[in-house]
């Protein structure tokens, strides 16, 4: 699986957009792009994913670069629950999720 | 009712003992893995079974061995426990092992003294 990599830490205002970026610089075109969250230490949650078009789901925006280079994760009006630490993998869609989740951006959302 | 259920939350035990951390999804999906998060966070694959088949088998002590009675549960036993093993195990599923979404339990924190 292709390295990503994150800011360790972003704050954000509870009600604005949290915008999370990820490089994934070495990124093959058959690996798809995920985004899991952890909150405290509950195990990671999944948030979104995809392979180059952007995606949006009821948690979520995620915008892939035209390169696939790097991604955002979007929180359009993040809540103080949304405080967690945000991972963003890189795998193929074969074999497993057998990826590592590394260090991940811990996000703080502030009153 | 939980997707990805895992017990214990919490397991104490001492140097040398054997012990299983139990896992069960009802989800109906066909893969499960055990995960490891360790003292920096980092979460890393150790095990997966897709229909009851070893599918995905990293580098972990021979003392770590997962069983699959049936597609709904994967145990983990561990014999001989050591410090080193202290760390909090995570159990997932999904659907496949392809491109769907991995769902997470929540976790057992396995402290060995």
């Known amino acids: 699986d292709a390295k990503t990599t994150q800011p360790p830490s972003m704050d954000c205002a509870e009600g604005r957009a949290a915008n999370l970026p990820c490089n994934h610089s070495?990124?093959?075109?058959?690996?798809?792009v995920y985004w899991y969250r952890q909150i405290h230490s509950q195990g990671p949650q999944y948030i979104i994913h995809?392979?180059?078009n952007n995606e949006t789901n009821e948690m979520a925006s995620l915008i892939i670069t035209e390169d696939r280079k790097s991604s955002t994760l979007i929180l359009p009006h993040a809540t103080l629950r949304d405080t967690a630490v945000y991972y963003c993998i890189v795998r193929v869609g074969t074999g497993g999720f057998k990826t590592i989740f590394g260090a991940g951006t811990r996000l703080f959302v502030k009153a | 009712d939980t997707a990805v259920s895992q017990t214990p939350k919490y397991l104490v035990t001492q140097m040398g003992n054997d012990k299983s951390i139990k896992c069960e999804q009802n989800?109906?999906?066909?893969?499960m893995y055990w995960y490891k998060q360790d003292s920096k966070k980092f979460l890393k694959i150790m095990f997966s079974y897709n229909n009851k088949e070893l599918i995905i088998n990293e580098t972990v002590p021979n003392r770590f061995s997962p069983k699959s009675p049936d597609k709904a549960h994967l145990n983990l036993h561990i014999n001989s426990l050591e410090l080193g093993d202290s760390a909090v195990y995570f159990c997932?599923?999904?659907?496949?092992?392809?491109?769907?979404?991995?769902?997470f339990g929540q976790g057992t924190r396995l402290t060995v003294v």
């Open positions: 997932a599923s999904s659907q496949d092992p392809g491109i769907r979404e991995a769902f």
């Open positions: 995809g392979l180059k």
């Open positions: 070495t990124i093959s075109g058959n690996e798809y």
């Open positions: 989800l109906g999906h066909d893969t």
